[in-house]
């Protein structure tokens, strides 16, 4: 069965500086890996996604990540956060299609201070 | 604009009352899935579907049923609530042969008193 581990639960990160957000994940197979941004009282809302190919994704909202085969990472970045980035990242794993789902790590909370 | 849509947003129910989540998504999606979501716990798997009428237990289903009667619509139910089900219920949707991306509804936040 395939895990997902962010390490860490809460990032507090100044206004315009960079940021990264660690996930890693185990699997016996190959994966295709998801990040969601979480806004307060919403629902979940894709990022961005890696299915095969460059290994470095852009997402949304100047997000970018950058999958590692070797080091099993999936690693969130962006070079200049604002006060809007304040959310609950998570990052996802699917097999075979995620015909059974996603499997996601318990959450990053990025708090974003002015 | 594609969608999940969740009937209830916010719900408070008292301890030993029935209670349904409705979702319905219009994107023709054949797997329909229930999660929870609590803090430092991230999302868990209730239960999920592949077709109608079709349903099967994911991570946590201890105290939930679900119900498919059209591909559209998947329900979530518990048949008597309990306080440690006080809890954010997301529904979401995607389609056979998908890499898995999954599309989300804005969420349920139930309380049982």
């Known amino acids: 069965a395939q895990s997902v581990t962010q390490l860490d639960s809460q990032v507090p990160v100044f206004e315009e500086a960079p940021v990264e957000l660690r996930c890693n994940y185990s699997s016996s197979v190959s994966v295709y890996l998801f990040w969601y941004v979480q806004y307060p009282n919403q629902g979940l809302q894709l990022l961005l996604k890696y299915l095969s190919g460059s290994t470095l994704v852009k997402g949304i909202n100047g997000f970018e990540a950058e999958f590692n085969k070797s080091q099993t990472s999936f690693h969130l970045r962006k070079p200049s956060v604002h006060i809007s980035d304040t959310a609950e990242y998570f990052c996802a794993v699917s097999v075979g299609g995620g015909a059974d789902g996603l499997t996601f790590g318990k959450g990053t909370h990025l708090i974003i201070q002015p | 604009d594609v969608k999940v849509t969740q009937s209830s947003r916010y719900l408070v129910k008292r301890t030993g009352e029935k209670v349904f989540l409705e979702c319905v998504q219009d994107?023709?999606?054949?797997?329909m899935f229930w999660y929870r979501q609590d803090p430092g716990l991230g999302l868990r798997l209730i239960y999920f579907?592949?077709?109608?009428?079709?349903?099967e237990k994911g991570d946590i289903p201890e105290g939930y049923s679900v119900s498919r009667e059209k591909k559209e619509r998947f329900s979530l139910i518990l048949e008597s609530a309990s306080t440690n089900q006080t809890s954010m219920y997301l529904c979401a949707s995607t389609s056979q042969g998908n890499t898995g991306e999954l599309f989300f509804g804005e969420g349920s936040r139930l309380t049982v008193l």
């Open positions: 579907s592949y077709d109608v009428k079709m349903k």
């Open positions: 994107m023709d999606h054949e797997n």
